[in-house]
């Protein structure tokens, strides 16, 4: 479907594809790319037949961060609590996998956005650049959440100090991605994950609320959480069908209930 800051379709399979669509700013987010970003994930997460989220920019960008040039009258402290918080904890939430195709350039809360993914695919030609400092903010949208988490301390404190590119290759060597593809193989690389996360079990939302709350809880409640859910998961049509799948030596046909 087509707005105008942002496109989203489901195809067949169930792969349901959202493009930030303003490559004239390298599809920096002003307030309607908000709006239809936010709308877009609501409702891949409501429809059913939706099993995967795949996120990526039109154009050579993936993500500018803010749009600079129409930052409007809000206060920045309301733009941020209202629109990327929101944002960053939908994505995390979101009980389906969301992979970020990183096609080009991202950068400030461009880089939260994949980095709020649960799986990122960048393009040999992409690149990650923390661009806060350069205009004089501070890293936000859950910046300084996943960097030193993902890289440590010193290397995200560098990152955020001198805001410089950070190629593909040197993202994937730190762990801010998960592959580099070739700039000529990368739609195809995209969609070989989407159609292997679409045929995945309705288990795969539950292990992303777990790996989420192992992030930040201790060890008893993370045990606890995964008996809870192990529970919910054994019950579903999709372990019963992995199950009788591997007594019959087939592979299972998931169907995410
Ligand atoms: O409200 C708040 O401030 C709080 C929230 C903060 C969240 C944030 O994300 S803060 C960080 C904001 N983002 C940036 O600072 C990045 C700004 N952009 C750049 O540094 C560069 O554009 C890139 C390094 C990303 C790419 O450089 P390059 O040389 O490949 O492209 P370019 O020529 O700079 O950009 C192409 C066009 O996109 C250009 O417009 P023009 O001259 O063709 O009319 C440029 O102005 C526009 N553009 C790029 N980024 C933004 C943008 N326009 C508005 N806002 C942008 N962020």
């Not at 801010?176 to 288990?203: H, I, K, M």
Request: proline share 4%; aromatic share 6%.
């Amino acid at each position: 479907m087509s707005e105008t800051a942002v496109r989203w379709a489901l195809d067949g399979a169930g792969v349901f594809r959202i493009t930030l669509n303003r490559p004239e700013r390298l599809n920096a987010f002003n307030q309607a790319q908000h709006e239809e970003l936010l709308a877009a994930l609501n409702r891949a997460e409501r429809d059913p037949a939706a099993r995967c989220v795949v996120i990526t920019g039109e154009g050579r960008a993936f993500c500018a961060g803010q749009d600079l040039e129409s930052l409007g009258d809000m206060p920045v402290g309301d733009l941020v609590r209202r629109y990327y918080n929101r944002l960053i904890t939908r994505i995390r939430s979101l009980e389906k996998p969301v992979l970020a195709a990183v096609n080009g350039v991202a950068a400030g809360a461009g880089v939260s956005l994949a980095l709020a993914c649960d799986l990122i695919v960048m393009a040999e030609s992409a690149a990650f650049i923390q661009a806060f400092v350069r205009i004089g903010l501070v890293p936000d949208s859950g910046a300084s959440y996943f960097l030193p988490r993902l890289v440590g301390y010193h290397k995200a404190m560098e990152l955020a100090l001198f805001g410089d590119r950070v190629s593909a290759a040197e993202a994937l060597a730190l762990g801010l991605c998960n592959r580099v593809v070739p700039d000529d193989q990368f739609e195809a690389a995209v969609t070989e994950w989407a159609e292997r996360l679409v045929r995945g079990p309705r288990s795969m939302g539950w292990i992303k609320r777990q790996l989420n709350r192992g992030l930040e809880r201790s060890l008893e409640e993370v045990l606890a959480l995964e008996a809870h859910l192990q529970e919910a998961a054994a019950r579903s049509e999709d372990a019963r069908e992995g199950i009788q799948a591997f007594v019959e030596r087939r592979e299972p046909r998931f169907t995410g209930r």
